[in-house]
């Protein structure tokens, strides 16, 4: 029922849900996506918001194709649950999927030609962060 109300925008469902327990990382379907996915899919800022406020794990990846909620909101350019994600977990910026491909690598790709991207740069800023925290520990 959550995945259901979390992919079709229903906040005060999701709410419902969320306060008798339903689990928030219930993966589902046949490629299992959480709740949170399908909030980052669909551009569902305030779902998103509410299950990260349930301790929804940023990081669990798509059984296909390994992508994790930042992945789906790179993809989409959605600025408002990338910046949420990232800063509720900067972790996520370094989750690679089964390509290989971090969120800021398939926002890259999403980007038209002509234009220059908002996620983009602000993946850019809180990721080089990441990676410059982890070079500091070798």
Known sequence: ??????????????????????????????????????????????????LLDANADALVKH???GWTALHL???RLDSDIVKMLVEYNVDTCSCLDKKNRTP?????KAVPKD???EVVEMLSSFCSVVSSEDDSSL
């Not at 339903?22 to 046949?30: E, H, L, S, Y």
């Not at 800021?104 to 890259?108: I, T």
């Open 1 to 50: 029922a959550l995945q259901i109300a979390s992919s079709s925008g229903r906040s005060r469902i999701t709410k419902w849900l969320i306060e008798r327990g339903a689990d928030v990382d219930a993966a589902g379907g046949g490629g299992g996506s959480t709740p949170l996915m399908h909030a980052a899919r669909r551009g569902h800022t305030s779902i998103a918001k509410q």
């Open 63 to 65: 059984k296909r194709s």
């Open 73 to 75: 909101a790179a993809l």
């Open 104 to 108: 800021l690598e398939l926002a890259v």
């Open 115 to 117: 234009g220059s991207d």
